[in-house]
């Protein structure tokens, strides 16, 4: 079976830092993506990580550790605009290399 | 390239009708895919299509569900029989997998509601 787990819901404030985890459990493994999601709207990609280790892309960066199951997503310098659901997906080579999504992260940024 | 087009954007139909939605991919993506999403989840795997063949399909995909993608570019998704619990947002994605990221590209989706 597959698993991803992620918190449900998450607060942070305006230009504090945010970290989002990310858990799976898949057959296989072939990158782990995170998407974000605002309200009404389509997931949009953030960032890629597919060996160990930290992938920053401006204010946001992404871990890996695929010994452990595990991936972060940090969000810097937060601002109201990031408030959004946040998807930890998994491509599984042993299900045709498609894409599985966790339920996400509905992230409140408060001033 | 627009980016991934899904039409219609919403429909409303009574229980038992049938509806079909279409995507029309990114022109030069090989890979498409249909997700479904409810309110506070994340996308569900439906199906998926490389080329015009249809390589997956989930446990979720009843028989009252059937996709298509009949020249590998534009796809349908068909749903029989409307039941109450299909309402959803049906999305489309696509992708390029070339040994690149091969993210996947949404469209904005159809919202689907069944009275």
């Known amino acids: 079976g597959q698993n991803i787990d992620q918190p449900t819901e998450m607060t942070a404030t305006e230009g504090a830092i945010v970290q989002i985890n990310c858990t799976y459990q898949?057959?296989?493994?072939?990158?782990l993506f995170w998407y974000q999601q605002h309200a009404g709207e389509a997931p949009t990609f953030l960032s890629y990580n597919v060996l160990d280790g930290l992938e920053e892309k401006g204010r946001f960066s992404s871990f890996l550790s695929r010994s452990k199951g595990y991936s972060y997503l940090l969000l810097k310098e937060l601002q109201m605009k990031d408030s959004a659901s946040y998807l930890c997906?998994?491509?599984?080579?042993?299900?045709?290399?498609?894409?599985?999504f966790g339920a996400g992260t509905r992230l409140t940024v408060k001033p | 390239d627009t980016g991934v087009s899904q039409d219609p954007r919403h429909k409303i139909t009574k229980r038992g009708q049938n509806v079909t939605f279409r995507c029309d991919p990114i022109s030069e993506h090989n890979r498409l895919y249909w997700y479904r999403q409810t309110l506070g989840q994340g996308p569900e795997f439906l199906t998926y299509?490389?080329?015009?063949?249809?390589?997956?399909k989930s446990r979720l995909l009843s028989d009252r569900f059937s996709a298509e993608r009949p020249k590998g570019s534009f796809s349908t998704l068909e749903i029989q029989r409307t039941e109450q619990g299909d309402s959803a947002m049906y999305l489309c994605?696509?992708?390029?997998?070339?040994?690149?990221?091969?993210?996947?590209?949404f469209g904005e989706g159809s919202r689907l509601t069944v009275l």
């Open positions: 898949t057959s296989g493994f072939n990158g």
């Open positions: 997906a998994v491509r599984d080579p042993y299900n045709n290399n498609d894409m599985r």
């Open positions: 299509f490389q080329n015009e063949a249809q390589l997956e």
């Open positions: 994605a696509s992708s390029q997998f070339s040994g690149d990221t091969g993210e996947l590209f």
